[in-house]
């Protein structure tokens, strides 16, 4: 397992927008996974996508992996204000290794 | 069904005062996890496990003890406890390599 690496470190935006954050690895990735965390309380699993998935979706929330580029990203459509918390991507296979986040905040 | 529960939420301990985290979880998941999250670091893993009887060292291993006699306890053990431990604690588990984690809600340690 090997750690990723979320980009940007920090974003903000207006309710409503769209929020994009990136992951990047050195090396091939077998199981990506995300996760929210809300402000001091353990991490929430978002989605998984699997090396052999290029997209998917779950409501508002959309993944796309690129496997030759070792990237993942993350969109989440028409943010609301609940959306604000830090979001980290983590490869699975016997652990989990994250990277150091991405903290969003969603304006009023 | 609980999920993943840890005690205590919030400890303060002396330099060099041990004490031992505890987790434990009902979903009868194989794997479980120990994390320190310190401001700006994210996560970082601490000790894992594989199962009952397996365990092997994260990315900041030194410092702390596991032990996983049992599927549903997986406690984190701190012999002399130093200001640099101060941190919040995560223990994390699931089912299998390719499933999702579950996540306590945190146990908050100050070391003076």
């Known amino acids: 397992s090997q750690q990723g690496e979320e980009d940007p470190q920090a974003l903000s935006i207006q309710e409503g927008e769209n929020a994009t954050m990136n992951c990047s690895y050195k090396?091939?990735?077998?199981?990506l996974q995300w996760y929210r965390q809300n402000s001091g309380r353990g991490l929430v699993h978002l989605i998984l996508i699997r090396s052999n998935e290029r997209e998917k979706h779950s409501g508002r929330l959309r993944v796309t992996l690129d496997t030759s580029k070792k990237s993942s990203s993350l969109l989440i459509t028409a943010s609301r204000a609940a959306d604000t918390a830090s979001y980290f991507c983590g490869d699975r296979d016997d652990k989990i290794i994250f990277g150091k986040g991405t903290r969003l905040h969603i304006l009023p | 069904n609980a999920g993943v529960t840890q005690t205590p939420k919030f400890q303060v301990l002396k330099t060099g005062q041990s004490m031992t985290l505890q987790c434990a979880q009902d979903m009868n998941h194989e794997y479980m996890s120990w994390y320190r999250q310190d401001p700006g670091m994210g996560l970082r893993l601490i000790h894992y496990?594989?199962?009952?009887?397996?365990?092997d060292q994260g990315e900041v291993p030194n410092g702390y003890n596991v032990s996983r006699s049992t599927t549903e306890d997986f406690p984190l053990r701190l012999l002399s406890a130093a200001p640099s431990q101060t941190s919040v604690y995560f223990c994390?588990?699931?089912?299998?390599?390719?499933?999702?984690?579950?996540f306590g809600q945190g146990t908050r340690l100050t070391v003076v």
């Open positions: 090396t091939s990735i077998n199981n």
């Open positions: 496990s594989v199962g009952a009887g397996i365990t």
């Open positions: 994390a588990s699931s089912y299998n390599r390719r499933t999702e984690a579950f």
